[in-house]
């Protein structure tokens, strides 16, 4: 049963809700967002889960102060300076990832980018209450339109969420506004709650539009390919592969592997999907020129598990693929 509970008296159950791991469906001033613990990688899968998508795009990581933005991202003179005119409010920033980062590396897809976004209202309380930053994509279903009232996120996804806030309908209505900003220049990855013009004026430079798509990550087909070659569903393993395994048994010529990871020895899709990024970086990092994977099965998350294998496994420089 999913609990439904006003803005006003919601804080603490959200708090307790995130601090175990769960999700909470919340209004922010553009849609609705369903966030959990950006540094969790198990309530980040849980997110994932919940809207069913059957991909791991990266997420906006939601911040409640400049301090918690600075820790995760690098900002330079032009994003700081469109974050002190936007924020809080309806723009995204894409910027450099922190190394050393609290945010997990599912919330990024693996990415040495991140997004960051200061909401406004409740959203903004609940993460200076929680103390941590929250992931939060928007709270409806893959291939669902975003939800601005919290009777649209009961309805597409009430059942598979412990707590929905309802702060009313929301007051911007579409989705933040996304810009990549890189050396020296902004580029419009999304449209959204801020007008272009308005950022082009707070910038003093024009946007760089044209890229949006190709930029978009998950649309490369080889998005997120290590160093090593990967090789999906192996049934054995050579001399000098890394093995990322998968489940209690393992694949034969196991013990030749120069080193091996497990996604979840106990076969679980969550803590799979948790582990996927970081596992394929440290098994990057090995020196192995191939990564050997079991299968995954293709159930749950398993198939947005699959489709990120896939990626990374694709010939590099393959053209791009629709999302
Ligand atoms: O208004 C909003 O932005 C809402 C509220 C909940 O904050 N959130 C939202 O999230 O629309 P979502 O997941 O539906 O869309 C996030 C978009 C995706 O298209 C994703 O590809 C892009 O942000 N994105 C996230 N990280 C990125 C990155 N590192 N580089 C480029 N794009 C990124
Ligand atoms: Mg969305």
Known sequence: MTEILPAGEALPRAVELLRAGEVVALPTETVYGLAGDATSGAAVA???????????????????SMAMAEDIAVFDPLSRKL??????????????????SVVHPL??????????????GFASSLIAAFGRPLAAP???SSGRVSATTAEAVVADLGDRIPLVVDGGATTVGLESAIVKVADGRI??????????DDIEAAAGMPLERGATGIQAPGMLSSHYAPGAAVRTDASGVSEGE????????????????????????????????????????????????????????????????????????APRDAPVVPE
């Open 46 to 64: 849980r997110i994932f889960e919940a809207k069913g998508r059957p991909r791991f795009n990266p997420l906006i990581v939601h911040v409640a």
């Open 83 to 100: 974050a002190a005119t936007f924020w809080p409010g309806p723009l995204t920033l894409v910027l450099p990832l922190r190394p050393g």
């Open 107 to 120: 919330v990024t897809a693996g990415l040495d980018t991140v997004a960051l976004r200061m909401p406004r």
């Open 138 to 140: 928007s709270a409806n």
């Open 187 to 196: 580029v419009l990855l999304r449209p959204g709650g801020v007008a272009a």
């Open 242 to 313: 890394a093995l990322l395994a998968f489940g209690p048994l393992r694949i034969a010529g196991a013990e030749r592997a120069r080193a091996v990871l497990n996604l979840s020895p106990a076969g679980d899709l969550r803590e799979a999907a948790a582990n996927l990024f970081s596992h394929l970086h440290a098994l990057d990092r090995s020196g192995a020129a191939t990564i050997a994977v079991e299968p995954v099965p293709n159930s749950g998350l398993g198939e947005a598990i699959n489709d990120r294998l896939a990626r990374a496994a």
